[in-house]
């Protein structure tokens, strides 16, 4: 790299102090983000495979890769999450730390509390990136680095070759969910469009992913909008709209339910003290 990346943010995610929930399944396009693990044990979800997680691991989430929790597996999991752009390793696209075919979760062993100790100086110098913006991006810059370097050095790495490959039919829903989840979805709509049953369609991505399609769609939506909440400062409507909901208090009602809180206080709970607030205007 010829220049530092640029850092984004470094969230604490600690449900038992803040009661915050899981960031369900969403995608960043333009940044790498790393997720550690400071307690407890759970899974992960990257690339739509659940890993094993626990304490000492770091999570490794690409660019374009979707990722996320399930708020029954992981809600005891105390964690950071470091999020950085203009990351550009040799040999790998923009924002990428691993290739696709190695396993994003990997072990700091022995290097775990110093690890957890970086996290958390990023956590407490990043409530002032006015003032302390170039070293949240140093200290971000070694936290890739280092991470790299474990990647690079465990005696047994796991591929994506070693989880069972998903039937090609059920990628092909999983794919199609992905491109158009922000639409009016209903099963028959998407079982015609893939001219497949839409009975069979629902069996075998359920099999495969362990969960309904619509399920999915809505968790899709859910963890796209709480990406949003988080890194954007549009206006709650707005997000509503691009997500493809009809109403804005459809979207209340639903994020509600699948995340614990409503958009306005999910926002509220990540920004920092000091912060300017955002725009949670709703339309009349």
Not at 107 to 116: I, R, T
Not at 161 to 176: D, F, G, M, W
Not at 260 to 278: A, L, V
């Amino acid at each position: 790299m010829t220049e530092l990346p640029g850092f984004v943010n470094c969230v604490l995610i600690d449900r038992t102090s803040n009661d915050k929930q899981s960031h369900l399944p969403h995608v960043h396009d333009n940044m790498l983000e790393l997720f550690y693990v400071c307690s407890g044990e759970g899974q992960y979800m990257v690339d739509n495979r659940l890993y094993p997680i626990c304490k000492g691991d770091m999570v490794i989430c690409n660019a374009g890769v979707l990722h996320g929790e399930e708020p029954a597996l992981v809600r005891q999991v105390y964690s950071y999450s470091v999020a950085l752009t203009g990351v550009q390793l040799e040999g790998l696209p923009l924002n990428c730390l691993i290739d696709p075919y190695t396993c994003p979760v990997v072990s700091c062993g022995q290097l775990a509390e110093q690890v957890e100790h970086m996290m958390r100086l990023l956590y407490l110098l990043s409530a002032d990136t006015a003032h302390l913006g170039a070293v949240c991006s140093s200290l971000a810059y070694s936290m890739v680095l280092l991470t790299q370097a474990l990647v690079g050095s465990r005696a047994r790495q796991q591929t994506a070759s070693k989880v069972e490959t998903p039937s090609v039919l059920a990628h092909r829903v999983r794919q199609y969910l992905d491109e158009h989840y922000s639409e009016n979805l209903t099963l028959r709509v998407v079982a015609d469009r893939l001219h497949m049953n839409e009975y069979y369609l629902a069996h075998i991505f359920s099999e495969e992913f362990g969960t309904p399609p619509m399920q999915y769609v809505i968790k899709r939506r859910i963890g796209e909008a709480q990406d949003l909440l988080i890194h954007e400062t549009l206006p709650i409507a707005e997000v509503s709209d691009r997500l493809g909901y009809t109403s804005v208090c459809h979207f209340n009602t639903m994020f509600k339910k699948y995340v614990g809180m409503s958009p306005g206080q999910y926002r509220r709970s990540f920004r920092k003290d000091g912060e300017k607030p955002c725009q949670d205007g709703k339309r009349g």
